[in-house]
């Protein structure tokens, strides 16, 4: 029956249905304990008349019909029957009939039994078979007087409307009810109203559908409307970045098919021509092989520096780090480079301390400082220096590798880390450059809680500032 109703009514009918269940159980439970309470305070009244009663016939000493009717009639309470009931159940006072000889045997009252038994009882609204009324009855026995004193009043309709529960709070029940139905529905449309934004959400992204309608536009200004509306930004955030990355990657693509095109048309162009002249000199055919192996080296390099940066895209967290010397590491790579260092006639300052330790990729690490090196190699200039220093900085050791050499246009330092940005692409490529290097270095350091931005030196040369963690 439910089934057609939105969320925010089946909520609001099932927990007002609950709500008002649970009211006229407490109502009615509300009642009861105060009937009870009435009830209990009544006996309680006629209790105390009984004690009394038999506490001021005692002091006289005389339980005859003259003493008795004496007291009730001194002591009035409207309406008050008063009857006396010896321990055989038998009737011997009653101050409104006196034919006692016509009195039906008391035992098996519940009032009179209970009074037996306990010292006390009452029973409500039972029928007089002497007087041919109810009444509203107490029992009180005294075992040292070896009778039982019962008063009673009728139980006319005064009796019974006061001794039920006060019903002036039943207004002020339903005016809270009324307020609570109102707040509650307030809320429960309020939460329909997301719940269905959210489901239209849900469908148009499932359908690929555009999320610029009027629906999605404007939530109510509470949690869950604030919750609905950042879980869309998101999603357009994340569609968007989606879209970025789509355009890099049929960049990238399009550089790595740019890249691979110029060695495999050289090696295709020397092999051609040596298939195609069989007759060509021994000479001619090992230098045009020489310069088809310089090119498969490239296209290894190039496979390889696109290889690290996948991993490093795919998996980051997936690197095994381990304790790195990097004072010790940098020493190796200046032995292995020494013998280009001196081809340009370059100078390599090393002014890191001894035991430069972090916790990092072995690999990656090595990248990093290999690849700054060989980038100036290639591109600082003959006869100039390199200089590598570290300074401990808390938590990191911050790097500066430096050149004195000719340095880069100020243009071209935003974009000198990205995918295949050359500044000068024709002599990056002669230098048998892969245009992956510096973008190896940032994500390497990146990945190592690091920082790196590059900088012209104000004497010229490039520098490069960054930080790896402890």
Not at 181 to 206: E, H, M, P, V, W
Not at 363 to 384: E, H, P, Q, W
Not at 389 to 417: C, K, M
């Amino acid at each position: 029956m439910m089934k057609n109703f939105s969320i925010g009514t089946k909520l609001f009918l099932s927990v007002i249905t609950m709500f008002i269940l649970f009211a006229l159980a407490f109502i009615f439970y509300q009642q009861y304990r105060e009937r009870i309470y009435k009830v209990e305070m009544l006996n309680m009244k006629l209790q105390d008349y009984n004690a009394r009663m038999e506490e001021s016939v005692k002091y006289i000493g005389d339980f005859n019909e003259q003493t008795l009717s004496g007291y009730v009639k001194s002591h009035y309470l409207p309406n008050v029957r008063v009857t006396l009931i010896d321990i055989d159940g038998r009737v011997f006072f009653d101050n409104m009939k006196k034919n006692y000889q016509d009195f039906p045997n008391h035992k098996g009252r519940k009032e009179i039994d209970d009074a037996f038994a306990t010292g006390k009882g009452y029973d409500i609204n039972r029928l007089s078979k002497v007087m041919n009324r109810d009444y509203f009855y107490s029992a009180t026995y005294f075992p040292e007087d070896s009778f039982i004193i019962r008063s009673a009043l009728p139980y006319d309709h005064e009796l019974s409307a006061s001794l039920k529960g006060d019903r002036h709070y039943l207004l002020f029940a339903a005016l809270i009810m009324i307020v609570l139905i109102l707040i509650l529905r307030r809320f429960t449309n309020r939460l329909g109203d997301n719940i269905k934004k959210l489901r239209t959400f849900a469908s148009r992204a499932g359908h690929n559908e555009s999320l610029e309608t009027e629906e999605l536009i404007e939530f109510p200004d509470d949690e869950l409307g604030e919750i609905a509306e950042k879980i869309i930004k998101l999603y357009k955030r994340l569609q968007t970045t989606k879209e970025e990355q789509n355009v890099l990657k049929r960049q990238l693509t399009q550089n790595i098919a740019h890249e691979l095109k110029t060695p495999v048309a050289s090696i295709q162009g020397y092999l051609e021509t040596i298939l195609e002249n069989p007759n060509t000199d021994e000479k001619t055919q090992k230098q045009f092989l020489e310069r088809s192996y310089a090119q498969t080296q490239r296209l290894t390099s190039l496979l390889q520096d696109i290889s690290t940066l996948n991993r490093m895209d795919d998996a980051p967290s997936e690197k095994h780090f381990e304790t790195v010397d990097i004072s010790a590491m940098v020493k190796n790579i200046a032995r292995e480079t020494s013998l280009q260092v001196e081809e340009k006639n370059m100078a390599f300052s090393n002014n890191l301390p001894d035991g430069i330790v972090v916790n990092g990729n072995t690999s990656l690490l090595y990248s990093v400082f290999r690849n700054l090196t060989d980038n100036a190699i290639a591109y600082a200039g003959t006869g100039t220096t390199i200089t590598l220093s570290a300074e401990d900085d808390g938590d990191y050791w911050n790097f500066i590798f430096s050149d004195n050499g000719v340095g880069v246009g100020t243009e071209h330092l935003p974009r000198i880390f990205e995918r295949f940005y050359r500044v000068d692409k024709g002599r990056s490529r002669k230098m048998g450059g892969t245009g992956l290097g510096l973008a190896i270095v940032k994500n390497a350091v990146l990945l190592h809680g690091g920082k790196i931005v590059a900088k012209n030196n104000d004497g010229g040369g490039l520098r490069f500032e960054f930080s790896l963690k402890k």
